[in-house]
């Protein structure tokens, strides 16, 4: 749903349905954030996981050290991803260039 974000924002803005652009963000919005909820007990649980597929003990806990500092991550990538392409979908690029290059 994030990267069909831009062709149906972009299929309502040019034929001109600006309500569906909306509509089309809050979906897409809502279903990454509920996505990321099991993506985040996978996370959470990462350690245990690696074990039990095999890794070693060290290498598990380095690793779910890293995927801990990831998991605030998965939400503010849902929060941003469709406002980004919903910007794209009607040329509005200025927000993302200055954030990229003041970032």
């Known amino acids: 749903m994030g990267s069909a974000v831009e062709t149906l924002c972009g299929q309502a ?28 007990v996978i996370y959470a649980f990462c350690k245990p996981i690696l074990i039990l597929l095999g890794e070693s003990t060290e290498i598990a806990s380095a690793a779910a050290l890293f995927v801990y500092g990831l998991i605030p991550q998965i939400f503010a990538y849902a929060a941003n991803f469709p ?21």
């Open 83 to 103: 406002i980004q392409k919903f910007l794209q979908s009607q040329s509005i690029v200025a927000p993302s260039a200055y954030i990229s290059d003041n970032g």
């Open 13 to 40: 803005y040019g034929a001109h349905k600006y309500d569906m652009l909306g509509v089309y963000l809050q979906r897409s919005t809502i279903l990454l954030m509920v996505t990321g909820i099991p993506l985040t």
